[in-house]
């Protein structure tokens, strides 16, 4: 479902991949928690600059390029076990609709795809700014979080603790630092 309508106010703006980040955090043995992000991410925004309320997100992050600085763990989390990346190589996202706005922090509602099941998310963005590159490109930032459980989307994984508990948490903590050049 697309939130933009076409207007003559509207614009397209890319993710730029080299200067975005898509991280996660994840309850690590019941103690701590583990981060990782995933380097590869593209998609757009369509924007309609006479009215902030109309924006169409779509966002593919590329499945393979998980990095939690080790390598057997990555391997592990691309397998059958988690992501099962030869089946599913991407995840993904698609706006819905903006719910609330106030100045430059809105949620914004979207249906993320994992592991080839869809479910509803908000995400709480903000807009941190845009302007000009010295390239003379035009240029905006936003960052956003979220939290879902992994279990929604089948991702089950898991093993038994001696002393109580599991190894890897079912709450994921997501945060995008997203980087969009128009155009």
Known sequence: MSTATSTAAQTTWKIDPAHSLIEFAVRHLMITTVKGRFGGVDGTV????????????????????IDTREPQRDAHLRSADFFDVEQYPHITFTSTRQITRKGNAFELA?????????????????????GKDPWGGERR???????????????TW???LEAGGVLVGDDIKISLDLELLKG
Do not use: C, M, W, Y
């Open 46 to 65: 369509l924007l309609d600059e006479s009215d902030p309320s109309k924006v169409d997100v779509d966002v593919t992050i590329h499945a393979t390029s």
């Open 110 to 130: 979207g249906d993320l795809t994992i592991h080839g099941v869809t479910r509803p998310v908000v995400l709480d963005v903000t807009e941190e700014g845009h």
């Open 141 to 155: 930032g936003f960052s956003a979080t979220t939290k879902i459980k992994r279990s929604d989307f089948g991702l």
């Open 158 to 160: 898991n093993q038994a």
